[in-house]
């Protein structure tokens, strides 16, 4: 069984997405079978943040002085021999999600699963810096958001 923890540094993410801890667990059981490690307890954390915060990140641990729309730091080690397993940490950009302004409460939910989908894969230690990467990674995304979005009513 899969579970994330949400933490929150920005008001307006509540605004959006009511009860948040909530939301995002829900959208994790309705990930493909593999993705929701049957058997095991697997966790990770996922802060809620805006783009100040996420840049300062961005810039200490990956040398780019600039915000971004998620940032994910895969734990590599298992916590215990008991199948507990912690995938690690992801940050994510509410501005970044937030544009344009005018987007409606679904469109935003939309972005949001989508960088939280991608995002989750990077915990996973999938990545885009090869070509070969980014289409495994995109491939593998789709798949993912193509099998959410057929659920996608049981969010609400």
Same mark, same amino acid.
Do not use: C
């Given at each position: 069984?899969?579970?994330?923890?949400?933490?929150?540094?920005?008001?307006?993410?509540?605004?959006?997405?009511?009860?948040?801890?909530?939301?995002?667990?829900?959208?994790?059981?309705?990930?493909?079978?593999?993705?929701?490690?049957? @058997?095991?307890?697997?966790?990770?954390?996922?802060?809620?943040?805006? @783009?100040?915060?996420?840049?300062?990140?961005?810039?200490?641990?990956?040398?780019?002085?600039?915000?971004?729309?998620?940032?994910?730091?895969?734990?590599?080690?298992?916590?215990?021999?008991?199948?507990?397993?912690?995938?690690?940490?992801?940050?994510?950009?509410?501005?970044?999600?937030?544009?344009?302004?005018?987007?409606?409460?679904?469109?935003?939910?939309?972005?949001?699963?989508?960088?939280?989908?991608?995002?989750?894969?990077?915990?996973?230690?999938?990545?885009?810096?090869?070509?070969?990467?980014?289409?495994?990674?995109?491939?593998?995304?789709?798949?993912?958001?193509?099998?959410?979005?057929?659920?996608?009513?049981?969010?609400?």
């Amino acid at each position: 069984m899969i579970n994330v923890n949400i933490i929150s540094d920005n008001k307006y993410w509540s605004k959006r997405i009511k009860k948040t801890p909530i939301f995002f667990n829900k959208l994790l059981k309705l990930f493909p079978k593999k993705y929701q490690f049957v @058997n095991k307890k697997v966790n990770f954390t996922t802060l809620l943040s805006h @783009n100040n915060n996420i840049k300062k990140l961005n810039k200490k641990f990956r040398k780019k002085n600039k915000a971004t729309d998620v940032l994910a730091f895969p734990f590599e080690k298992k916590i215990n021999k008991k199948k507990i397993y912690y995938l690690g940490d992801m940050v994510i950009s509410y501005e970044f999600i937030n544009k344009p302004k005018s987007l409606t409460n679904a469109q935003f939910k939309e972005k949001v699963i989508k960088i939280f989908i991608h995002g989750f894969l990077h915990l996973l230690n999938y990545d885009h810096i090869k070509l070969k990467d980014y289409r495994k990674m995109s491939k593998e995304e789709s798949k993912i958001y193509k099998f959410v979005d057929k659920k996608i009513e049981k969010l609400n």
